[in-house]
């Protein structure tokens, strides 16, 4: 969700004003997800290196979390969202923690979609970690090193719960993955789009869906395999 800043430097504004508008493409855009009906929705709302931003950025994004999470718990509730977090929320202030493992509990069994959070989150951090938990197991025992392969090690992920990643949307014109879901994209398509992050609303999310109808996926296989339909994974 690139471009808050920008975007109210654009203005003149200060960049806080810039997450505070974002938040609300957030909301639009989760409410368009569950309509369309997507399973599932994950966002990189604060990762492991935002934490060396200005404090009072860091304190405002915290604070706009925590709005997020009591604003939005009776539309999750009514619609039948799963919230989720992947990341150290360990590391998040009680003020964000408390609702958001509130609201995680609350919403366990809802079952229309799964939104996942990515809070101080990493790609290359997750990887380690599931790494490490793997190699304790190994150490006490509990697994065999050769039972370590993409299969098992996708299962010990914190993303385990989700489907594959089919789509994953940059914002702000930037063209990198800048450390998210970096062990889920193998696969998946990429789509960049100029919008700066809270210009971005439901129809902007329409146009990548539609762009994303148009890829030919083919999974390492050759493109009549994948016509055949015999091998596509
Ligand atoms: C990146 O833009 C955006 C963030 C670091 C924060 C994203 C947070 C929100 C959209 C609002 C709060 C989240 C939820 C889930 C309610 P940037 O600040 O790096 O933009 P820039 O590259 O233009 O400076």
């Not at 010990?156 to 930037?174: K, N, Q, V, W, Y």
């Amino acid at each position: 969700m690139d471009g808050n800043g920008r975007w109210a430097e654009n203005q003149g504004l200060e960049r806080l004003a810039g997450h505070k508008e974002g938040a609300k493409s957030v909301q639009d855009i989760v409410r368009a997800a569950r309509e369309i009906g997507l399973e599932a929705i994950t966002l990189y709302a604060f990762s492991s290196q935002n934490w060396a931003r200005p404090g009072a950025e860091v304190l405002g994004l915290m604070n706009l979390l925590r709005d997020y999470l009591f604003e939005e718990r009776p539309e999750i509730m009514e619609n039948g969202i799963q919230l989720r977090a992947i990341g150290d929320i360990e590391k998040l202030p009680d003020f964000v923690r408390e609702p958001l493992d509130s609201l995680r509990n609350d919403s366990a069994s809802n079952d229309k979609m799964v939104l996942t959070l990515a809070l101080s989150y990493g790609g290359r951090e997750s990887i380690a970690q599931t790494a490490r938990a793997l190699a304790e197991k190994v150490a006490s025992g509990e697994m065999k090193a050769r039972e370590i392969n993409v299969e098992s090690f996708g299962q010990a992920m914190p993303t385990a719960h989700l489907p594959p990643l089919d789509l994953l949307i940059r914002t702000s014109g930037e063209q990198r993955i800048s450390n998210f879901l970096l062990w889920e994209a193998g696969y998946t398509e990429l789509c960049f789009s100029d919008l700066l992050w809270p210009d971005f609303r439901r129809e902007a999310l329409y146009a990548s869906l539609e762009e994303y109808k148009g890829r030919k996926r083919r999974f390492g296989l050759t493109g009549s395999q994948v016509e055949s339909g015999d091998l596509a994974p």
